[in-house]
């Protein structure tokens, strides 16, 4: 059984307009990524025990954590605070070192992280879907 870390993980987004992904550089936490459905209960009255079936999945919001850049047009923050300001929905590509890779349409929103003494300025980026998660094994 193989196993390995999430360093060299990568975020990606693009736009409609654009053929390619980008890489949104200065990720440092990414969400869990799936979900448990609910319990539907389909107890009669004739069941000695509780019985149920799967329901749908609630991902709630998918909470990503940055290194705080700004520095530039292409600087994480302004790329994904622009595309919160336009109300834009963009298709995003988290992608693990190991070649599997979890893909989503989604509206984004930036807050920057409190921060303190000789700590790191960073940000979240908060994810709203408007798609479900496809899924990419490795090759």
């Given amino acids: 059984m193989a196993g390995t870390s999430f360093n060299e993980t990568k975020f990606y987004y693009k736009q409609a307009a654009d ?22 209960d389909v107890t009669t009255l004739g069941d000695k025990y509780k019985r149920y079936i799967p329901g749908i999945i609630d991902l709630g919001d998918l909470v ?14 302004r790329v994904l605070k622009g ?12 992608e693990y070192p190991d070649g ?3 893909q989503f349409d989604a509206y984004v929103n930036v807050k920057i992280d409190g921060g303190g003494v ?22």
Avoid: R
């Avoid at 595309?83 to 988290?94: H, P, S, V």
């Fill in 100 to 102: 599997s890779a979890h």
């Fill in 19 to 40: 053929p390619d992904f980008t890489e949104i550089e200065g990720l440092l936490e990414v969400p869990e990524m799936g979900g448990e459905p609910e319990k539907i």
């Fill in 64 to 77: 990503f954590k940055f290194l705080y850049d700004n520095s530039t047009d292409t600087s994480n923050y």
């Fill in 83 to 94: 595309l919160q300001d336009n109300k834009t929905i963009a298709t995003f590509k988290l």
């Fill in 118 to 139: 000789n700590a790191p300025m960073t940000f979240t980026a908060t994810f709203s879907l408007q798609s479900d998660i496809t899924v990419t094994n490795p090759v």
